[in-house]
């Protein structure tokens, strides 16, 4: 199964997104990157539509110190960031789960859609983005392999055994989380096939 070579998680948490996304335009451009929501996410592709104050280093770990315009605008807020329910200590700041949402090279889908539909996040610009928890991200060692997954999971058969182990949502909607994800059946042969490799490139560029 695809859970034997990866592991499924939540995007990043803010617990609270009206502080976060969108921020202010004195906010520094450096703490800012693309927030990627489920809706966002189609077949080898993600809309880039909000913007998302990341006051994290690389590796997802949170920043002792902001600078000025990014300071005032949490500070602003301070107290209802301190309430939050993830919140245990650490700058007010903090954000929830950044470490394999940030990672160099992943694999994104959306919790709920009508079938599955996966994108790569790898590369300068895949750094840019940072999936929210209403997508699942997959951490992979190299591009290659988010490249060979991502065509893997958009294949017409791992959507009909997605559909058929989701657990169903209202609209027609599905939820493919972790264990539904996990579950896929994925040979050892896919993450090394070079068809798939050249499919899941093509379909980044936008060429099938």
């Known amino acids: 199964t695809l859970g034997d070579h990866v592991t499924c998680h939540l995007?990043?948490?803010t617990g609270l997104n009206r502080v976060f996304l969108d921020p202010p335009a004195d906010v520094e451009p450096q703490l800012l990157r693309w927030a990627v929501r489920g809706r966002d996410v189609g077949p080898f592709r993600i809309r880039r539509s909000c913007r998302l104050l990341w006051p994290c280093d690389d590796s997802g770990r949170?920043?002792?110190s902001l600078p000025p315009g990014a300071?005032?605008?949490i500070e602003a807020h301070a107290a209802?960031?301190?309430r939050r329910a993830d919140h245990t200590g650490g700058p007010?700041?903090?954000?929830?789960?950044t470490r394999a949402a940030s990672a160099p090279h992943r694999v994104i889908w959306p919790d709920v859609a009508r079938r599955l539909e996966a994108a790569v996040l790898t590369g300068?610009?895949?750094r840019d983005a940072i999936p929210l928890n209403s997508c699942?991200?997959?951490?992979?060692p190299n591009s290659a392999t988010a490249f060979r997954l991502s065509a893997w999971l958009n294949c017409t058969w791992c959507r009909a055994a997605a559909v058929a182990v989701a657990d169903?949502?209202?609209g027609g909607f599905a939820r493919f989380n972790a264990r539904v994800v996990s579950l896929l059946p994925c040979p050892i042969a896919v993450l090394k096939d070079g068809p798939l490799l050249e499919l899941g490139r093509r379909g980044a560029e936008q060429r099938l």
């Open 168 to 170: 169903p949502a209202s």
């Open 11 to 13: 995007g990043v948490k």
């Open 62 to 64: 949170h920043l002792e």
């Open 80 to 82: 209802l960031l301190r």
């Open 136 to 140: 699942y991200v997959a951490p992979v």
């Open 124 to 126: 300068r610009r895949g």
């Open 71 to 73: 300071f005032r605008h």
């Open 92 to 97: 007010s700041w903090t954000l929830f789960r």
